[in-house]
T-cell receptor, first 111, second 112 residues
Framework: QKEVEQNSGPLSVPEGAIASLNCTYSDRVSQSFFWYRQYSGKSPELIMSIYSNGDKEDGRFTAQLNKASQYVSLLIRDSQPSDSATYLC???????????FGRGTSLIVHP | DVKVTQSSRYLVKRTGEKVFLECVQDMDHENMFWYRQDPGLGLRLIYFSYDVKMKEKGDIPEGYSVSREKKERFSLILESASTNQTSMYLCASVRDNQETQYFGPGTRLLVL
């Protein structure tokens, strides 16, 4: 059984701080990793994907992947109240088009 | 931009009714999915389809069926709605050689 684990939170950070969201996965052959943002009552939207070990930056977002530790994280710099949402981690194995989703971490950015 | 649309944003049905949820994507994606999302349980895969007329059960197919007569359209059918099927239903699609799932806006279904 493939598992993707996330702390449900809520993670509360002040505006302007760095928010750090973490995800661990059980399937060692996983190759593709995604972070989705989901606002309350809305559908998930992709914000980052990462496939290789190391960091990938896109604006205020940085995804970090460590396959040896089976760990992927999302850093949000200069957090804004508009970043308040649930963040879903998703993991896919090679050759599969079906991701396994974590249950999500709730992030609250307070002014 | 990929666009995935769902027939209704909100739906209220009565126990025992047959319910149809429709999903349409405009990017010629081969693979389409139906999920339900409940608080504390995350996204759970109901059914998916990798081609026209092809379907595969996901993790929780009981009480549901699906239909894919055209590549762009994937329908979820609740044969006899029950109160425990009250949920947010999300459709997604992905091209065979692409990595990213694109989600529709979701249908919030209430079964009374």
């Amino acid at each position: 059984q493939k598992e993707v684990e996330q702390n449900s939170g809520p993670l509360s950070v002040p505006e302007g701080a760095i928010a750090s969201l973490n995800c661990t996965y059980s399937d060692r052959v996983s190759q593709s990793f995604f972070w989705y943002r989901q606002y309350s009552g809305k559908s998930p939207e992709l914000i980052m994907s990462i496939y290789s070990n190391g960091d990938k930056e896109d604006g205020r977002f940085t995804a970090q992947l460590n396959k040896a530790s089976q760990y992927v994280s999302l850093l949000i710099r200069d957090s804004q109240p508009s970043d308040s949402a649930t963040y879903l981690c998703a993991v896919k194995g090679g050759g599969s088009y079906i991701p396994t989703f974590g249950r999500g971490t709730s992030l609250i950015v307070h002014p | 931009d990929v666009k995935v649309t769902q027939s209704s944003r909100y739906l209220v049905k009565r126990t025992g009714e047959k319910v149809f949820l429709e999903c349409v994507q405009d990017m010629d994606h081969e693979n389409m999915f139906w999920y339900r999302q409940d608080p504390g349980l995350g996204l759970r895969l109901i059914y998916f389809s990798y081609d026209v007329k092809m379907k595969e059960k996901g993790d929780i197919p009981e009480g549901y069926s699906v239909s894919r007569e055209k590549k762009e359209r994937f329908s979820l059918i609740l044969e006899s709605a029950s109160t425990n099927q009250t949920s947010m239903y999300l459709c997604a699609s992905v091209r065979d050689n692409q990595e990213t799932q694109y989600f529709g806006p979701g249908t919030r279904l209430l079964v009374l």
